[in-house]
């Protein structure tokens, strides 16, 4: 490609919105903590290796029913407040600016459950009804 000699309409996103094909089998409920899977499709969080935290699930698609690209989901990019897991992976404010890991799709933990979670995002901060994860 050659330098420009003229105007260019140069797009732009927010960076704050993402949608992504359903994967099949799903339903996502809003304010769910959404991933993407090894497809490149979303997914509710749960426990798997193969999964990266994106955001929060903006309205709800039922696609339950439905294969895989039947439909889109809306996300949501920023810091949310999710459940903090219980004892031994019960998150503190010493664990702020550390990779959390999912456990489902409103829960996260402190570690990766010997190797069985995936990353949810950054602990953004802990107060006493969750964690903040930031999924920028």
């Known amino acids: ?51 990266r935290g994106v955001g929060r699930v903006e309205e709800l698609v039922d ?10 989901v809306k996300i949501k990019k920023g810091i949310f407040r999710y459940a903090n897991s219980a004892s031994g992976d019960l998150i503190a404010a010493a664990d702020i600016g550390v990779n959390c890991y999912v456990v489902d799709d409103q829960t996260v933990a402190k570690t990766n459950g010997t190797n069985t979670r995936s990353v949810a995002g950054k602990i953004h901060d802990v107060d006493a009804i969750g964690v903040w994860v930031d999924l920028r």
């Open 63 to 72: 696609n339950g029913a439905g294969a895989n690209d039947a439909l889109s």
């Open 1 to 51: 490609m050659v330098a420009l000699s003229a105007p260019r309409n140069t797009l732009e996103r927010s960076g704050s919105d993402l949608v992504l094909k359903a994967a099949a089998g799903k339903v996502y409920y809003p304010g769910a903590l959404v991933c993407v899977d090894a497809n490149g499709r979303a997914t509710p969080g749960a426990v798997a290796t193969t999964l």
